[in-house]
Nanobody, 111 residues
Framework: QVQLVESGGGLVQPGGSLRLSCAAS????????MGWYRQAPGKKRELVAI???????NYADSVKGRFTISRDNAKSTVYLQMNNLKPEDTAVYYC?????WGQGTQVTVSS
């Protein structure tokens, strides 16, 4: 059974940073392309960042230069380092390999 558990969200002021974690079990994260997605109220879920099995990364234009996705294969964990956060980054963040989804973690950027 695949489980993806996101954590690390919270309330942060604009310009602040957060590091999200996605702990995976039941799958080997190193052989999948793992992505971070987000969904803001009233909006569709969107892909924020993705890391391939080979380690290459891609980002949505809105987060390039501010977010960094990484993976620790030994810990079966995928991370999303988010810097210079903006109010428009407020959303529930999820990780997924495209099939299974966690419960998400709320990120709120507000002064």
């Amino acid at each position: 059974q695949v489980q993806l558990v996101e954590s690390g969200g919270g309330l942060v002021q604009p310009g602040g940073s957060l590091r999200l974690s996605c702990a995976a079990s039941g799958i080997t994260v190193s052989i999948y392309a793992m992505g971070w997605y987000r969904q803001a109220p009233g909006k569709k879920r969107e892909l924020v960042a993705i890391i391939s099995s080979g380690g290459s990364t891609n980002y949505a234009d809105s987060v390039k230069g501010r977010f960094t996705i990484s993976r620790d294969n030994a810990k079966s964990t995928v991370y999303l380092q988010m810097n210079n956060l903006k109010p428009e980054d407020t959303a529930v963040y999820y990780c997924s390999q495209g099939v299974d989804w966690g419960q998400g973690t709320q990120v709120t950027v507000s002064s």
